[in-house]
């Protein structure tokens, strides 16, 4: 992957948010929030906006607006209603989809030697993408818990999550074991091998949801967005400008209904917490993403 300004440029200011966050607490959280919507607004969110260019540009010419939008809007449709019939298996899912998208794109080579059909490939993406996200969470256990309890009201699972990361505090640290088997596996690039290093150590020292938006916006969203203008867009600025006339409508529509249906939250669904509505809307939005993120990078690979 090139070397780029805002790849770099994502380390001091975290670097600075870390040390506000250890001597001035007050400031730090301030600084924190900022950082976090703002690349939850700018990354995060929009990383999906593509999501009809990429299904395009990778399809067989046959491509329709119309039926790529009925289709999307079914799936998040399907699994929102799991989201009210099964909560605990939607969360179970989401956390499992999840997983395979952040190994399936950090696992990514500069010349990926796995195909669809590699089982084992896949395995170790899964493997990899659950050992982050365990680590990730296991940062704060009980703000994990208590966001979650809303939804598992006195589960079992939770307080064994919480009994596990205080007996076992190797397992606090899982998302280093990820970076580890990334290590192995993915020789060639080193630079983004020490961003992500970085990136997670930074995320130990803060709140639970600043050290996940970190990740997930400035090392998840960023590299997907790179990726889709590397393979999908001219080079240059000319290929920047597209890319960002294409990611409007679409970001906006998300960011703009996310924050209504968050803010409204307390007159329709008073008993769930709003950052976990917030998790589910995102889940909501992912499941369609992350099918299309899987086609991209097998025709990528292809
Ligand atoms: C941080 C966090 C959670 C997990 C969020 C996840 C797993 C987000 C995944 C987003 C993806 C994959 C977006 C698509 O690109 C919980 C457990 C819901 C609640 C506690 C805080």
């Known amino acids: 992957m090139n070397f780029t300004l805002w790849n770099a440029a994502v380390l001091p200011a975290a670097f600075v948010i870390v040390v506000l966050h250890l001597l001035l ?6 600084v924190g929030t900022v950082f976090a919507l703002a690349g939850l607004i700018l990354f995060g969110i929009p990383h999906g906006s593509l999501d009809h260019v990429i299904t395009e540009k990778t399809g067989d010419g046959s491509f329709s607006l119309i039926r790529f939008l009925v289709l999307y809007l079914l799936t998040m449709l399907v699994y929102a209603l799991f989201w009210v019939w099964l909560p605990a298996f939607s969360l179970l899912f989401f956390l499992l989809m999840s997983a395979w998208h952040f190994g399936e794109t950090d696992l990514v080579t500069e010349n990926p030697k796995q ?21 990730l969470l296991a940062n704060d256990p009980q703000q994990t818990v208590d966001i979650l309890s809303s939804l598992l009201v006195e589960s079992s ?5 919480l009994q596990l990361t205080e007996t076992h505090s190797w397992l606090r640290f899982t998302e280093f074991y990820a970076l580890g088997l990334r290590i192995l596996l993915i020789r060639s690039a ?14 130990l020292f803060l709140p639970l949801l600043e050290g996940f938006l970190l990740y997930f916006c400035h090392h998840h969203a ?20 597209h890319m960002i006339k294409d990611m409007l409508p679409f970001s906006l529509i998300s960011v703009v209904g996310i924050v209504i249906l968050v803010l409204s939250a307390p007159l329709w669904l008073a008993q769930v917490n709003p950052v976990l509505l917030f998790f589910i809307l995102i889940s909501v939005l992912t499941l369609p993403h992350a099918g299309i993120m899987t086609r991209f990078y097998y025709k990528a690979a292809g």
């Open 190 to 203: 080193w630079f983004d091998q020490l961003r992500l290093a970085l990136v997670l150590f930074a995320a």
């Open 115 to 135: 195909t669809f059909s590699d089982i084992a490939a896949r395995f170790l993406q899964l493997t990899y993408g659950s050992l982050l996200l365990f680590g």
């Open 222 to 241: 960023w590299v997907n967005l790179l990726r889709v203008k590397e393979k999908l867009y001219e080079a240059g600025q000319t290929g920047l400008r």
């Open 157 to 161: 699972v939770l307080a064994g999550f």
């Open 25 to 30: 607490p007050g400031a730090g959280f301030w």
